[in-house]
C-alpha cells in the first residue's frame, strides 16, 4: 500500500493510492488542478481506477470533471448527498462499511457527516486514515461553512473516529497543522475530540465568555 501525498493550490492536500503489484491508482480529492497527481501516475504506468471524492466542496473537486473526460474508464466515488452536488455523474456511491478493492489493496469507507451531511473518511488497507475535511492535524473541519452541522461533526468526531485504532494514519484535506500527517492516537487527545457532547463544548464556551466579562 502506498499513498503519495500532493499539495494543491494554497494548503490542499490531494492524494494517489496505489497498487504497485496491479498497477492501478486512485486520485482522492484531485482540487482545482489534478496535474501533479496525473503525472504522478503517469510517471509510475498506473491505470487510473476510482477518482474519489471525500466531500463536494470546490477546493476537494473542481478537477473531477477533467480527470473524468480525459480519462473516461476511471471511476468517480462519492457519497450519496454529496455526489448529488458535484454536478456530474457519480459512477459508485459509498456509505458507512462499504468495500472497494484498489488492486491489492482495501479501501473501507466511513460517512463522516459534520463538515458537509455527506462527508467521507477513506481507511486504506488498515493502515491509513484519509479525512478529508473531518479531521486535520490539530483540529477538525469547519461546521459554519454550507452544509455544515456542528451536532453531527460532534457524533462523528465521537462515534466514529474516535473508535478508530490508534495505529491508523491520518492524512487529512488540508495542510493546517503542524506536520503533514500523524497518527490518529497522537491525534486523539485534542481538545475538540474531547468534548463528549455539544451541551459540554457549549458550557465550556459559556464558562470562558463570562470568565473574560468578569
Ligand atoms: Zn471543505
Not at 188 to 206: A, E, Q, S
Request: glycine share 8%.
Amino acid at each position: 500500500m502506498v499513498i503519495k501525498q500532493i499539495k494543491v493550490g494554497l494548503d490542499n492536500f490531494s492524494y494517489v493510492i496505489y497498487c504497485p503489484i496491479e498497477e492501478k491508482a486512485a486520485i482522492v480529492d484531485p482540487g482545482y488542478d489534478a496535474s501533479k497527481a496525473l503525472e504522478f501516475i503517469s510517471s509510475k504506468n498506473l491505470e487510473l481506477e476510482y477518482i474519489i471524492i471525500t466531500h463536494y466542496h470546490s477546493d476537494h473537486s473542481s478537477d473531477c470533471q477533467r480527470i473524468k473526460e480525459s480519462l473516461p474508464l476511471s471511476k468517480i466515488v462519492a457519497s450519496e448527498s454529496d455526489g448529488a452536488k458535484l454536478g456530474i455523474d457519480v459512477d459508485i456511491t459509498v456509505s458507512d462499511g462499504n468495500r472497494l478493492q484498489l488492486g491489492d489493496i482495501c479501501l473501507d469507507f466511513l460517512l463522516t457527516p459534520g463538515h458537509t451531511p455527506g462527508g467521507i473518511c477513506i481507511i486504506v488497507d488498515n493502515e491509513a486514515v484519509l479525512t478529508g475535511d473531518t479531521l486535520f492535524i490539530g483540529d477538525c473541519g469547519r461546521t459554519d461553512l454550507s452544509g455544515g452541522n456542528l451536532a453531527q461533526m460532534f457524533s462523528t468526531l465521537h462515534e466514529k473516529i474516535m473508535s478508530l485504532a490508534d495505529h491508523l494514519i491520518v492524512y487529512p484535506g488540508h495542510n493546517y497543522g503542524s506536520q503533514p500527517f500523524d497518527t490518529l492516537g497522537k491525534q486523539k487527545p485534542n481538545f475538540m475530540l474531547y468534548f463528549k457532547d455539544v451541551m459540554h463544548l457549549i458550557r465550556k464556551l459559556l464558562c470562558v465568555i463570562i470568565f473574560l466579562k468578569t
